[in-house]
Structures are given as C-alpha cells and as structure tokens.
C-alpha cells in the first residue's frame, strides 16, 4: 500500500483549495484507518469460541483447556458456526453424561480443512441423565454433512468420549 502522502498527492491538485485538500485528507486517513482496524484473520471466530468455552467453563465448573494449531484464518461463517456450536454442544454432553471435569478442545487449521477434537476427563460420572436423550449431536453430524464434512463420536483407549468434528475449509472458501 502506497504511503499517505503519496495518497493525497495522487488525490489532490496542485491547483486544490484548502478545503479539497482536507477534505480528501480525511478520506484516505479513514480508509487506511479502516484497513488498520480490521482483526487479524480469524481472531474474531477465535475470540468468540474462547468467549463461550469461558462462559460455559465458569457456569458448569469444568475446567477447558484449548489449544490450536496451525495457521488462524478467516472461515465461512456456516463453518464457524458448527464449530462453536460443536464445541458447546460436545462439553455440554461430557458434563451432562460423564460429569467431566476437565476438557481439552484442540484447533487444528489444515490446508484444507478445519478440524476440531474434544477430549474429555470423566468425573464422578453421569448427571442422572440418560443416554441419548436429546437430539443434539445427530443435529450437528447433519450440518457437517451438509458442508461436506463429519462429526464422529468415539472412544479412545481409555474409554473416554472423542468428539471429533472434521469440515471442509480451505484457504479460498471464506
């Protein structure tokens, strides 16, 4: 990007009143203004997915840990919000049925996809609910398919819940 004079001589006349000239001035420093004020890629869904693991970390008394990997970038907005919805969701069912108390949401940015995996600490166990009673998770596997991507629900060796939420999301389809 050009300097900000080198903006308002390309803008401006020699022959210009004051008046134009400020005028013009203003412009270019709201436009560049503008450009130095836009997040960095991504920070705003990242900010938003932090704000809700907060908000249900402090309601539920589970402890979430999140880490990210791979290069932050903007996604289309369905993808972000599957994502948010799949990690709220995901930590609502760990607590609800395993009465875990500690989470581990992991972030991963790939070339062309995003992928989101929840870990879970199990606690004293279910919350006198039982399995299956909701609709939530099925809901969810919908809207990745919808965008081309899956939501699996498994077990790792220990036998603790995986939620793993794997969407489509490459540099050029935000």
């Known amino acids: 990007m050009s300097t900000s004079a080198e903006l308002i001589a390309r803008t401006v006349g020699a022959q210009d009143t004051p008046s134009r000239i400020l005028t013009a001035s203003a412009s270019i420093i709201r436009r560049l203004l503008r450009v130095d004020s836009q997040p960095a890629e991504g920070l705003a869904f ?3 997915l932090a704000g809700e693991v907060r908000l249900f970390a ?3 008394g589970c402890e979430v ?3 990210r990997r791979g290069e932050r970038r903007d996604l289309p907005t369905p993808v972000e919000d599957l994502l948010v919805d799949a990690a709220t969701e995901g930590l609502r069912n760990a607590v609800k049925h395993a009465g875990a108390t500690l989470s581990v949401l992991h972030l991963a940015y790939r070339a062309d996809e995003v992928v989101l995996v929840l870990q879970t600490e199990a606690g004293a166990g279910p919350v006198g609910v039982r399995a299956g009673t909701g609709t939530g998770l099925a809901g ?3 809207r990745a398919e919808t965008l081309r991507g899956t939501l699996t629900l498994t077990e790792d060796r220990e036998g603790r819940k995986v939620l793993r939420l794997e969407v489509p999301a490459g ?3 935000a």
Do not use: H, I, K
């Open 171 to 173: 540099r050029g389809t």
């Open 140 to 142: 969810l596997r919908r």
């Open 58 to 60: 402090r309601v539920s």
């Open 46 to 48: 990242e900010a938003r």
């Open 65 to 67: 840990r999140v880490v």
